[in-house]
């Protein structure tokens, strides 16, 4: 059993179980979104490949002319645009399964809990509650900005520079008097295998490309992907947790998978008084700290038998738990509909 996985169990206490289902959703979203959005260059490669072996045809000699540039440029256009609303697509899928996905940890604490003590909470408006926190936590992930661009700038941009991409490779195609059907296969090949492979079977476009076509060209939309999906999930577990009576506090769990040290082992060292790397409510740090961010969020709640015993004391005198007594008040009575819905001592 990996270190991660114990702290993850030891920070969750009784309610690993739930921890752990949210890991494994998030890890089963990880590793399904690299071959998707893969697959979106590969198809659109593919597409393009396709428009130039019909010029072949019409061609007598099979070499690219300057006149198809024009028809090409229109294709590439079109791809563009069709990447774009393919890879929004999935980013919108992405962000909205990896948030719900996180939340679910601290729904079912809470409804168990409510449950047990069997106060007057309905679990079935528990349930409505955080999918209306869940909303909110999408809406902020697609208002976020970086260096002053929103998620969807991001996604055009990666587009935009896919068009150049292939547009690069073809003017070169047609500089050197390279046939149509060789240049689709080319393009093909490097969407596909990356650009090191081009070096070999097509030395002399390498050459006069110097180095101005990334080596994978997916790579740049690939680590957005993660990122802008990494923090959704974290997005979620925060809102989810500032909701619950019960939370303490955001255990941030060093990943395995952690070759060097960076600000991720500063993060997970810090004490607050909670223990190594446990923030309290309100002080949760950035999350990711950096792109690519394996590390793991995990809730911190209040251990199952003391919570149901103050639910119980609730229950019969809502003035001698005035906490959850608030809780009730601002937020299960509210629904989730404050811009700023959190628990609060």
Same mark, same amino acid.
């Given at each position: 059993m990996s270190d991660e996985i114990q702290q993850i169990k030891d920070a969750a206490g009784e309610y690993k179980r739930w921890?752990?289902?949210?890991?494994? +959703?998030? &890890?089963?979203?990880?590793? !399904?979104?690299?071959?998707?959005?893969?697959?979106? *260059?590969?198809?659109?490669?593919?597409? &393009?490949?396709?428009?130039?072996?019909?010029?072949?045809?019409?061609?007598?000699?099979?070499?690219?002319?300057?006149?198809?540039?024009?028809?090409? @440029?229109?294709?590439?256009?079109? @791809?563009?645009?069709?990447?774009?609303?393919?890879?929004?697509? +999935?980013?919108?899928?992405? &962000?909205?399964?990896?948030?719900?996905?996180?939340? $679910?940890?601290?729904?079912?604490?809470? &409804?168990?809990?409510?449950k047990e003590a069997e106060t007057r909470l309905e679990p079935g408006l528990i349930r409505e509650l955080f999918a209306r926190v869940n909303r909110q936590a999408?809406?902020?992930?697609?208002?976020?900005?970086?260096?002053?661009?929103?998620?969807?700038?991001?996604?055009?941009?990666? $587009?935009?520079?896919?068009? #150049?991409?292939?547009r690069d490779l073809i003017q070169e195609a047609v500089a050197i008097g390279q046939d149509a059907v060789k240049t689709a296969r080319m393009l093909q090949q *490097?969407? !596909?295998? $990356?650009?090191?492979?081009?070096? +070999?079977? /097509?030395? #002399?476009?390498?050459?006069?490309?110097? $180095?101005?076509?990334? %080596?994978?060209?997916? /790579?740049?939309?690939?680590?957005?992907?993660?990122?802008?999906?990494?923090?959704?999930? %974290?997005? %979620?577990?925060?809102?989810?947790?500032?909701v619950s009576p019960s939370y303490k506090g955001m255990k941030w769990v060093l990943s395995k998978s952690h070759p060097v040290t960076d600000i991720c082992d500063t993060l997970a060292s810090a004490d607050y008084g909670l223990g190594p790397g446990v923030y309290p409510p309100g002080e949760e740090p950035?999350?990711?700290?950096?792109? #690519?961010?394996?590390?793991?969020?995990?809730?911190?709640?209040?251990?199952?038998?003391d919570f149901v015993q103050r639910l119980k004391r609730w229950k019969d005198n809502p003035a001698s738990e005035p906490k959850i007594e608030k809780w009730y008040q601002n937020i299960y009575r509210q629904g989730g509909v404050n811009s700023d819905l959190r628990y609060r001592d």
């Open positions: 921890a752990l289902e949210a890991r494994k +959703k998030y &890890i089963e979203l990880r590793l !399904r979104q690299d071959p998707e959005i893969r697959s979106l *260059y590969i198809r659109a490669a593919d597409r &393009i490949a396709r428009r130039l072996k019909e010029i072949q045809t019409k061609t007598v000699s099979g070499r690219l002319m300057l006149r198809h540039l024009q028809e090409l @440029e229109m294709q590439l256009r079109n @791809e563009e645009n069709r990447f774009v609303q393919d890879f929004s697509k +999935k980013m919108e899928e992405y &962000i909205e399964e990896a948030v719900n996905a996180s939340a $679910g940890y601290s729904q079912e604490v809470l &409804i168990e809990a409510v999408v809406e902020a992930c697609w208002a976020r900005t970086k260096k002053g661009l929103y998620l969807s700038d991001r996604i055009w941009q990666k $587009g935009e520079d896919f068009r #150049n991409t292939m *490097y969407v !596909r295998q $990356g650009a090191q492979t081009l070096a +070999k079977d /097509y030395p #002399n476009m390498m050459e006069r490309m110097n $180095g101005r076509i990334p %080596g994978d060209v997916c /790579y740049a939309a690939l680590r957005l992907a993660r990122t802008e999906m990494t923090a959704a999930f %974290g997005e %979620g577990t925060i809102a989810a947790a500032r950035p999350y990711p700290a950096h792109p #690519n961010e394996l590390c793991h969020l995990v809730p911190v709640h209040e251990q199952p038998e």
